[in-house]
């Protein structure tokens, strides 16, 4: 296994579905993170596939602008997921508890997960997960910014910078045979340029770790 017991420790340690058995209809990153992810998905994923939005909400990034087979829904709060308009169906499962997808071999054309992988305490076993329900060729897309619900993040997220957070995530990939060798794409600064120009510091951070199932 990539992590140590040690490693996967929270700070709040009860259950998480009760942490998030509240709904919270927020965005958890800025606009400019949410069109670059945007537009990731509209340039990595095609129209009229089958998508699994993992550990999702009330929103998914999803381009608008495109027709996808189906967008199947995960997360920990049903009353988000029924608010969101991308999903055709949704299933509420805590993966720290039990990570085995009740999904089917090679069912997904693409996973996706945004601002979430770092509450997972067994990443090792989800990425596994995501490699048996993609079809061969389909695309792992994890993102992440520097936000995080503290208490719930894993202590080898937490206590890391922002490159081994990067670091972390392609090891979590790397530690299930079958991945390509992950890519990174990674934005210092959410802000708009012409915003940058004027001297408007700021914005989220933006990574994402892109994988493939080659076999």
Same mark, same amino acid.
């Given at each position: 296994?990539?992590?140590?017991? *040690?490693? =996967? %420790?929270?700070?709040?340690? /009860?259950?998480?579905?009760?942490?998030?058995?509240?709904? @919270?209809?927020?965005? $958890? #990153?800025?606009?400019?993170?949410?069109?670059?992810?945007?537009?990731?998905?509209?340039?990595?994923?095609?129209? *009229?596939? =089958? %998508?699994?939005?993992?550990? /999702?909400?009330?929103?998914?990034?999803?381009?608008?602008? @495109?027709?996808?087979? $189906? #967008?199947?829904?995960?997360?920990?709060?049903?009353?988000?997921?029924?608010?969101?308009?991308?999903?055709?169906?949704?299933?509420?499962?805590?993966?720290?508890?039990?990570?085995?997808?009740?999904?089917?071999?090679?069912?997904?054309?693409?996973?996706?997960?945004?601002?979430?992988?770092?509450?997972?305490?067994?990443?090792?076993?989800?990425?596994?997960?995501?490699?048996?329900?993609?079809?061969?060729?389909?695309?792992?897309?994890?993102?992440?910014?520097?936000?995080?619900?503290?208490?719930?993040?894993?202590?080898?997220?937490?206590?890391?910078?922002?490159?081994?957070?990067?670091?972390?995530?392609?090891?979590?990939?790397?530690?299930?045979?079958?991945?390509?060798?992950?890519?990174?794409?990674?934005?210092?600064?959410?802000?708009?340029?012409?915003?940058?120009?004027?001297?408007?510091?700021?914005?989220?951070?933006?990574?994402?770790?892109?994988?493939?199932?080659?076999?």
């Amino acid at each position: 296994m990539l992590l140590q017991p *040690n490693q =996967r %420790i929270k700070l709040d340690d /009860s259950d998480d579905q009760l942490f998030y058995s509240y709904p @919270r209809f927020v965005t $958890h #990153v800025d606009e400019g993170f949410i069109q670059q992810l945007t537009d990731l998905y509209r340039q990595r994923i095609p129209a *009229n596939t =089958r %998508i699994l939005d993992m550990m /999702s909400s009330w929103v998914s990034h999803l381009p608008t602008d @495109r027709d996808f087979a $189906h #967008v199947e829904g995960h997360g920990l709060n049903a009353e988000e997921l029924a608010r969101n308009p991308q999903l055709n169906h949704y299933f509420v499962q805590n993966l720290n508890i039990n990570p085995q997808l009740p999904c089917l071999d090679q069912e997904f054309d693409a996973v996706i997960n945004c601002v979430s992988v770092q509450y997972l305490q067994y990443p090792e076993a989800v990425c596994s997960e995501i490699h048996r329900i993609l079809k061969p060729g389909g695309i792992a897309i994890i993102s992440f910014s520097n936000r995080m619900f503290f208490q719930k993040a894993i202590q080898v997220w937490r206590d890391g910078s922002e490159a081994f957070r990067v670091e972390l995530v392609k090891g979590y990939f790397r530690s299930v045979p079958g991945f390509s060798t992950p890519e990174v794409i990674c934005s210092k600064s959410t802000t708009p340029n012409f915003l940058q120009w004027l001297g408007v510091p700021g914005g989220d951070p933006f990574y994402a770790v892109i994988a493939h199932r080659l076999i």
